[in-house]
């Protein structure tokens, strides 16, 4: 199964960085479903993720959940160019890592705004969308 990153779908900041990954996954290696949509509801209940982590990032790959700043370093890890350089940072301890990466995703609305429904992707891009 391919990597599925879930995101939240209001968040612009969210879909921005969807955007980004996806002009920079050559590989055509992830897949995508908003944390608000019926896919990503049902694989968190079956990776029994807790409510308070729906605010993260969640990186769904070889049957593991990754979370926060270690999910978006993995992602990084596979883009094109020289973003998997950024997989370095992966030495910082993850507690240093997340308090940044929380931090950010606390005033991710207030600093980049929320949309009133999820990003709708160009019919092209619908086949890297699920649920």
């Not at 993260?56 to 593991?64: A, T």
């Not at 207030?110 to 969308?129: A, D, I, N, R, Y």
């Amino acid at each position: 199964m391919q990597p599925v990153i879930l995101f939240d779908g209001l968040c612009n900041l969210c879909n921005e960085a969807v955007q980004f990954t996806i002009e920079r996954d050559k590989q055509n290696l992830f897949r995508f479903a908003s944390l608000q949509s019926d896919y990503a509801a049902e694989k968190i209940a079956s990776f029994y993720i807790v409510p308070q982590n729906l605010e993260s990032f969640i990186l769904l790959e070889d049957d593991k959940v990754y979370l926060r700043s270690t999910a978006a370093l993995r992602v990084a890890k596979k883009l094109s160019g020289l973003w998997p350089l950024l997989y370095g940072f992966i030495i910082v301890p993850r507690f240093i890592r997340d308090a940044v990466y929380n931090y950010i995703a606390k005033n991710r609305y207030k600093w980049f705004g929320k949309q009133e429904s999820c990003w709708v992707p160009t019919p092209e891009l619908k086949k890297k969308f699920l649920g």
